[in-house]
C-alpha cells in the first residue's frame, strides 16, 4: 500500500513539474547571424547541437525545435524555457534571443494619380506582352487568391530562370495555381501555431496552403504586380482600370500571415527562403513596435537580404502619433501613407434640406427617410448616455432604435467603426451616421447604410436634432469624386517619426498612395468588406502605400538592374515632392495641419522623376557596419550578424555620416559637420548647384557648393556644416539641401535636435 501511495504521489509531483514547465516555456528566436556551413543541412545540424546542450539531447532539442534559419543567415526558434533562452543567450556565437512576438498587418487610381502612364516604356498598355520583364518582387504577407484576373500571365514569357522558389501545394492550392506571373508560393504556420495552437481551433476559415484567405495578401500584390483588368470596382463605386504598378513584374508568395496576425519566427523563415529564392525586391505590409535591429525579425531578415541586393519596402505602421514609425532599419526603405485626388462621399440629407457630407464606401440605398435618434437617447436599461453613446454591444434599448438612425461617436481611435454599425443592426436599426472627427475621410463599410461625419457636420447635426420636432434624414449611396484637392495630403493614421532607435536616421523615408485603395481581395475576406464577398476592395493603411513604393522600386530595377538596393532608395526618396496639387506644402488629415519630414520623410512619390534621378547616395554593407559600429554594436556582434572579421574605426564614424539620402542629427552640442557623397548618373558633363532651406536657428554651409561631374558614373564628396544660433528646445528643426543642373533637383531634407549653440 505504501508503495502504491509513494508511486501515485510521484506521477502527481511529475505531473505537476512537467505542466509547470510547459507553462514556463515560450516561442524564442535564436539569431547567429551569416554562416559559413556549407549546405543548409550542416545549419541544422549544428543548430541541433547547440539547441540539446540546454535541453539534454538531440531529439529533445528536435522537439524544441520550430524553425531552422540555414539558408540566407543562420538561427532557429524553439520552445524553451526562459532559463534555456538565458543559457543560450551567453553562447559567444549567439547574437541575440528574444521571444517570438506577433506582428499585425499594416492596404487604381492612386496610379493616375502619380502620373505613372507618363513613364515611356509604361504608357498606353493595352496588354503584358509590349512590356516583359523579369524583375521579380517577392511580397511577405497573408498569401494570394490566384484566381483573379489581377494575376493573369497573358502576354508573361517564361520563368526567370535565376528563380530557386517553389510552387508549394496545399490546401485547395495546387501546382496549377501557380503560372508565370505567380512564379512562386510558400506558406509559414508553425510559428504562429506553437504561439496560438492549431489554426483548426481558432474557428475561422483559412487554408493551410498560399491561398488567401483574408484579403490582405491579394490586395497588396495585385497593387505591385497586377495584370491590366478593364471596368473594375467594388458595387459600382471606384470603376475604372486596375492595374498594379508594374504589371509586368513576377510575384514570389510568402504567406507568413494568419487572419491579421504573423508570427516573428515565420517571418523571418519566409525572409530566409525569400532571400535565397533570388528575389529583387521584397514588398512587407507587416510590422511591430521596435527597441533595437537584431531583436526584430523584419529588421533581421531585411539586413540579411540587403547584403544580397535585395530592396525591402515596408510599412511605417498605422498607430498616427509621433514617434510610433515602425520597420527604422536604415536598410529598409519606410513607408508612409498620403491620400490621392478622389474621395468617396456617402452624404446625408435631413429633414431641412441640409446636407452633411460624409465618407463611406456605402452601395447600400434608402427608399426614403427615417427618423434620427442619438445613441446617447437611446441608452438600454443600466447603461449610461455616455457609454451608450459609442453604439457598443447590448448597449442600445431596441425599441427606441428600432426602425431609426442611429447617431453614434468614437471612445477611441482605435475602435472598429463596423462593429458598431452591426450592434445598431441588432437592435433594429435601419442606419448609422458616426461622428469621427479623426477618421472622417478614411472609406469605411458597414452592415447597413452608414457614413462618417466630421465635426463640423456634427455641430450641424446637432442643432437640427435639438431643434425639429420629429428629425429625419436619408443616408445616400457612395459616390465617386475624382480630381479632388488639396492632394495628397498626410493619411491621419499614418505612424509618425523619430525613429525610436536612431533618431538621425530620418524615418519615414516616403510617403504614397494608401488611403481608400481599390486592388484585388479574396472573396472569403469578408471581415475587410462588412461581411459582402468581393473580388476587388478598397482599404487603408501604410500596407497599401508600401506596396506602391515596391513597384516603383521594381521598375527602376527593370531600368537600372545593376543599382544597389541603396541607389534605387535614393533615387525614390530624392526625387520626391513635398508640394501638392495646388503647389502648397503637404498637409495632414484630418484638420490640414502643417506636416514635416517626420510624417513624410522625403516627400510624396514621384515615379517619373525616380527612373532618372540624376544623383543619387549610395551606401553598402560596410557602410551599414560602420552604422552599426557607431550605435554601440560590439565589433564581436557585428561579425556574428555578417559573418566576417570586424574593426570598428576609433572613434566610430557616426550615425549621420552615413551616406543616406536624408540628413539627420539627434543630438547637437554646438556645431556639427556631416559628410555625404553623391554619384553622377546622367549624360555628359555638367555641374550641380546647391540651394539649402535652413532649419529655424542654424546656419547651413555646403563646401563644395558647386559640383562639377565630367562623366556618368563619376563620385564627388561634399561637407555640410551645421552652425546653430538658438536651442531648439528639444524639438527637431527642419530644413533641406537640393542639388540643381537646371535639369535635375536632388533634395535631402534636414532633421536636427539642436540641444545647445
Not at 521579380?136 to 517564361?158: A, C, M, N, R, Y
Not at 429633414?351 to 447600400?364: D, F
Not at 447603461?383 to 447590448?394: I, R, T
Request: aromatic share 8%.
Amino acid at each position: 500500500m505504501k508503495l502504491v501511495v509513494v508511486l501515485i504521489l510521484f506521477c502527481f509531483f511529475r505531473y505537476v513539474l512537467i505542466n509547470e514547465a510547459i507553462s514556463t516555456t515560450k516561442h524564442y528566436i535564436v539569431y547567429m547571424g551569416d554562416h559559413s556551413h556549407l549546405d543548409s543541412q550542416s545549419v541544422i545540424s549544428s543548430s541541433h547541437e547547440m539547441l540539446a546542450s540546454v535541453t539534454g539531447s538531440i531529439r529533445q532539442a528536435e522537439e524544441a525545435v520550430v524553425h531552422h534559419y540555414s539558408k540566407s543567415f543562420r538561427g532557429f526558434s524553439a520552445i524553451l524555457t526562459p532559463e534555456q533562452a538565458q543559457q543560450l543567450s551567453e553562447r559567444e556565437s549567439v547574437i541575440s534571443v528574444f521571444e517570438s512576438r506577433t506582428h499585425r498587418v499594416q492596404t487604381t487610381h492612386s496610379w493616375e494619380f502619380l502620373q505613372i502612364d507618363a513613364i515611356p516604356q509604361y504608357s498606353h498598355v493595352t496588354n503584358e506582352s509590349e512590356y516583359e520583364s523579369d524583375v521579380i518582387v517577392g511580397v511577405i504577407d497573408t498569401g494570394i487568391w490566384p484566381e483573379s484576373e489581377s494575376f493573369s500571365d497573358k502576354g508573361l514569357g517564361p520563368v526567370p530562370k535565376r528563380f530557386k522558389g517553389e510552387c508549394v501545394v496545399g490546401d485547395q492550392f495546387t501546382v496549377k495555381n501557380c503560372n508565370r506571373k505567380i512564379i512562386g508560393a510558400r506558406f509559414y504556420s508553425r510559428g504562429f501555431e506553437a504561439e496560438y495552437g492549431p489554426l483548426e481551433s481558432l474557428n475561422r476559415t483559412f487554408f493551410r496552403s498560399p491561398r488567401d484567405e483574408n484579403g490582405h495578401g491579394t490586395h497588396t500584390a495585385s497593387t505591385v504586380a497586377g495584370s491590366v483588368v478593364n471596368n473594375v470596382s467594388i458595387f459600382g463605386i471606384a470603376r475604372g482600370t486596375a492595374r498594379g504598378g508594374m504589371p509586368s513584374a513576377r510575384l514570389a508568395i510568402y504567406k507568413a500571415c494568419w487572419l491579421t496576425d504573423c508570427s516573428e519566427a515565420d517571418l523571418l523563415s519566409a525572409f530566409d527562403d525569400a532571400t535565397n529564392d533570388g528575389v529583387d525586391i521584397l514588398s512587407v505590409s507587416v510590422g511591430l513596435a521596435q527597441s533595437s535591429f537584431f531583436t526584430d525579425a523584419i529588421s533581421i531578415g531585411s539586413f540579411h537580404a540587403f547584403r544580397k541586393g535585395v530592396l525591402i519596402s515596408a510599412s511605417a505602421g498605422n498607430a498616427r502619433f509621433p514617434g510610433t514609425a515602425i520597420n527604422l532599419a536604415p536598410w529598409i526603405l519606410t513607408v508612409a501613407a498620403s491620400s490621392i485626388d478622389r474621395e468617396f462621399n456617402s452624404n446625408v440629407y435631413l429633414g431641412n434640406s441640409k446636407i452633411l457630407k460624409g465618407t463611406s464606401i456605402n452601395p447600400l440605398k434608402m427608399n426614403k427617410y427615417y427618423g434620427i435618434i442619438a445613441a446617447t437617447a437611446a441608452a438600454a436599461a443600466g447603461v449610461s448616455a455616455e457609454n451608450a453613446s459609442f453604439c457598443k454591444n447590448n448597449t442600445l434599448d431596441h425599441n427606441l432604435i428600432k426602425g431609426k438612425i442611429v447617431v453614434c461617436t468614437l471612445n477611441d481611435s482605435t475602435e472598429s467603426r463596423g462593429d458598431k454599425s452591426v450592434a445598431v443592426r441588432q437592435g433594429g436599426g435601419v442606419g448609422m451616421i458616426l461622428i469621427d472627427p479623426i477618421g472622417k475621410d478614411v472609406g469605411v463599410q458597414f452592415v447597413i447604410p452608414a457614413t462618417l461625419i466630421g465635426q463640423n457636420e456634427a455641430e450641424v447635426l446637432q442643432e437640427y436634432l435639438t431643434t425639429a420636432k420629429i428629425p429625419t434624414a436619408k443616408i445616400y449611396p457612395t459616390i465617386t469624386v475624382l480630381n479632388t484637392s488639396p492632394a495628397p495630403r498626410m493619411a491621419v493614421f499614418s505612424s509618425m517619426g523619430p525613429s525610436v532607435i536612431t533618431p538621425e536616421i530620418i524615418k519615414p523615408d516616403i510617403t504614397a498612395p494608401g488611403l481608400n485603395i481599390l486592388a484585388a481581395w479574396s472573396p472569403l475576406g469578408i471581415d475587410g468588406s462588412a461581411g459582402r464577398p468581393v473580388d476587388y476592395n478598397i482599404v487603408s493603411g501604410t500596407s497599401m502605400s508600401c506596396p506602391h513604393v515596391s513597384a516603383i522600386a521594381a521598375i527602376i530595377k527593370s531600368r537600372h538592374p545593376s543599382w544597389s538596393p541603396s541607389a534605387i532608395k535614393s533615387a525614390i526618396m530624392t526625387t520626391a515632392t513635398v508640394m501638392d496639387n495646388t503647389g502648397r506644402p503637404i498637409l495632414k488629415d484630418p484638420d490640414g495641419s502643417p506636416t514635416t519630414p517626420f510624417d513624410y520623410g522625403s516627400g510624396h512619390i514621384n515615379p517619373v522623376a525616380a527612373l532618372d534621378p540624376g544623383l543619387i547616395y549610395d551606401f553598402g554593407s560596410n557602410d551599414i557596419i560602420n552604422f552599426l559600429c557607431s550605435n554601440s554594436d560590439s565589433p564581436a556582434e557585428i561579425r556574428n550578424v555578417t559573418g566576417e572579421p570586424v574593426t570598428c574605426k576609433n572613434p566610430p564614424i557616426p550615425s549621420y555620416d552615413l551616406n543616406y539620402p536624408s540628413i539627420g542629427v539627434a543630438s547637437m552640442n554646438g556645431s556639427v559637420s556631416v559628410l555625404r557623397t553623391v554619384t553622377y548618373y546622367g549624360k555628359g558633363p555638367t555641374a550641380f548647384n546647391a540651394s539649402v532651406e535652413n532649419p529655424s536657428g542654424v546656419k547651413v554651409a555646403v563646401t563644395p557648393y558647386n559640383l562639377k561631374f565630367k562623366e556618368s558614373g563619376e563620385k564627388m564628396s561634399f561637407k555640410v556644416d551645421f552652425m546653430p544660433y538658438k536651442s531648439s528646445n528639444g524639438s527637431f528643426v527642419f530644413g533641406s539641401i537640393t542639388w540643381s543642373n537646371g535639369i535635375y533637383k536632388v533634395r535631402s531634407p534636414i532633421g536636427l535636435n539642436v540641444v545647445s549653440v
